[in-house]
């Protein structure tokens, strides 16, 4: 992921000339975030150029704002909405009495250890389930 301090200087450029004056700093740090993952593809820098991925990244926090702003809300990070490669390995070896083991082997809490295999089991309770002609 690249880091805005790391950012060649050239790279930036198109970036604050996009840039509204007087913005939110929030809304200044989600532009700047969306605009160095846009231009670490470099399909895209090729073809559409650094101003219209900075139009882009301007454009996509102005829409979120207007949909969003004004009210408060929880941006949660996503991490959880997914189980991840290590999770997955995690869940594979838990064994029901090994979970301490697992924490230390992973650098984890047991607490987080817990979590993920809740999100697992969760997972898989949806999976097996199914969609029930009840739940329209």
């Not at 050239?10 to 000339?17: D, T, V």
């Not at 207007?66 to 290590?86: D, H, N, Q, W």
Request: hydrophobic share 40%; aromatic share 6%; charged share 30%.
């Amino acid at each position: 992921m690249p880091d805005l301090f790391a950012a060649d200087p050239e790279q930036l450029a198109p970036l604050a000339a996009e840039m509204p004056e007087g913005l939110n700093a929030t809304l200044r740090e989600m532009i700047q975030e969306i605009y160095l993952h846009l231009v670490e593809d470099e399909e895209a820098v090729a073809k559409l150029g650094l101003a219209r991925l900075a139009e882009i990244a301007v454009g996509q926090v102005d829409r979120v704002a207007m949909t969003v702003g004004g009210s408060m809300f929880y941006l949660p990070r996503g991490i959880g909405a997914k189980l991840s490669a290590r999770d997955r390995e995690i869940c594979a070896k838990h064994r029901g009495n090994n979970g301490h083991q697992l924490a230390r082997e992973y650098g984890l809490s047991e607490m987080r250890i817990s979590q993920i295999l809740k999100k697992w089991r969760q997972e898989e309770f949806a999976r097996k389930q199914g969609k029930l002609p009840l739940d329209d």
